[in-house]
């Protein structure tokens, strides 16, 4: 038998690059639609979240898969100045669909069932 818990999953994926771009440019091409289309199709169509965006340093997008279950995911981009003038872009990936988040019971969980008599 194993006793070892097992590993949470992570709340969010994040990626972290460096840029031969300036963090100007960067913004650009995460905010103006058709720059956004040639590296990122799928959020192409996306509009930022409000209240997520602080100009030239940080967006958010919501995404929806295209397949059932039709997760809804939620996008950041991050974007920081180097010293060299190039900028490190740090994307963080999070699941926010609902119907994952909700908690539920483990089958063993030794509460006490009871139905309702009809």
Same mark, same amino acid.
């Given at each position: 038998?194993?006793?070892?818990?097992?590993?949470?999953?992570?709340?969010?994926?994040?990626?972290?690059?460096?840029?031969?771009?300036?963090?100007?440019?960067?913004?650009?091409? @995460? &905010?103006?639609?058709?720059?956004?289309?040639?590296?990122?199709?799928? @959020?192409?169509?996306?509009?930022?979240?409000?209240?997520?965006?602080?100009?030239?340093?940080?967006?958010?997008?919501?995404?929806?898969?295209?397949?059932?279950?039709?997760?809804?995911?939620?996008?950041?981009?991050?974007?920081?100045?180097?010293?060299?003038?190039?900028?490190? @872009? &740090?994307?963080?990936?999070?699941?926010?669909?609902?119907?994952?988040?909700?908690?539920?019971?483990?089958?063993?969980?030794?509460?006490?069932?009871?139905?309702?008599?009809?």
């Amino acid at each position: 038998m194993n006793d070892q818990l097992p590993e949470e999953k992570p709340e969010a994926l994040v990626f972290k690059y460096e840029l031969d771009a300036s963090p100007q440019k960067l913004w650009r091409a @995460l &905010t103006i639609p058709e720059f956004r289309a040639r590296w990122l199709p799928d @959020l192409a169509e996306s509009e930022p979240e409000e209240g997520a965006t602080i100009p030239e340093k940080q967006i958010s997008y919501k995404m929806r898969e295209k397949v059932p279950p039709f997760l809804e995911t939620q996008v950041i981009f991050r974007i920081a100045d180097n010293d060299d003038g190039t900028a490190m @872009l &740090t994307i963080i990936h999070q699941l926010t669909d609902a119907r994952i988040r909700q908690q539920r019971d483990a089958a063993n969980s030794n509460h006490v069932l009871m139905m309702i008599a009809a």
